[in-house]
């Protein structure tokens, strides 16, 4: 297994931003966004698509989303061996969100690709991007703010 396929962090997903569902996830971060940048784009599904799927394949360094593999990152490896996204993978357990079979691989290879949902991506990159910039550690605002996103957004 290659485990050092390229995982780009350095990407702010914006697709967020333009979709009302997040605003009040987004105003939890304090991070401001014009409105007059997204002025009629606000939840245009068809942008809001466009966006997700280029920002999604652009962090993977994968120009098909179908084609990203998972399991190949080093990066999520350490992420989800974090004791707090234990618990989150565990609260999507608990949602019943998928039918999950109970073994370590069947967990990883079914939950983690709800992270980079539409509805979890940006939640997983900013602490992704926290435990690149704070060697391993991910701040408790991010881990909040994911757990907020799944109970709120699955």
Same mark, same amino acid.
């Given at each position: 297994m290659?485990?050092?396929?390229?995982?780009?962090?350095?990407?702010?997903?914006?697709?967020?931003?333009y &979709? =009302?569902c997040f605003?009040?996830?987004?105003?939890?971060?304090?991070?401001?966004?014009p409105?007059?940048?997204?002025?009629?784009?606000?939840?245009?599904?068809?942008?809001?698509?466009?966006?997700?799927?280029?920002?999604?394949?652009?962090?993977f360094?994968?120009?098909?989303i179908?084609?990203?593999?998972?399991?190949?990152?080093e990066i999520?490896?350490s992420?989800?061996?974090?004791?707090?996204?234990?618990?989150?993978?565990?609260?999507?357990k608990d949602?019943n969100?998928?039918?999950?079979?109970?073994?370590?691989e069947?967990?990883q =290879?079914?939950?983690?690709?709800?992270?980079? =949902?539409?509805h979890?991506?940006?939640?997983?990159?900013?602490?992704?991007? &926290?435990m690149?910039s704070?060697?391993?550690?991910? =701040?408790?605002?991010k881990?909040?703010?994911?757990? &907020?996103?799944i109970?709120?957004?699955?």
């Amino acid at each position: 297994m290659n485990t050092h396929s390229t995982y780009n962090s350095d990407i702010l997903p914006t697709y967020v931003f333009y &979709d =009302s569902c997040f605003s009040k996830l987004i105003h939890k971060l304090n991070i401001h966004f014009p409105e007059e940048v997204i002025g009629e784009f606000r939840d245009d599904k068809d942008i809001l698509d466009y966006l997700y799927k280029s920002e999604l394949s652009s962090v993977f360094v994968e120009e098909n989303i179908e084609k990203i593999s998972f399991e190949n990152y080093e990066i999520l490896t350490s992420l989800f061996n974090n004791t707090s996204m234990k618990e989150h993978i565990q609260t999507v357990k608990d949602k019943n969100i998928i039918p999950i079979i109970e073994t370590n691989e069947d967990i990883q =290879s079914s939950v983690i690709p709800l992270f980079f =949902s539409y509805h979890l991506f940006f939640f997983t990159h900013i602490c992704i991007q &926290d435990m690149i910039s704070q060697n391993g550690n991910i =701040s408790e605002s991010k881990i909040n703010l994911i757990k &907020d996103a799944i109970e709120s957004l699955l």
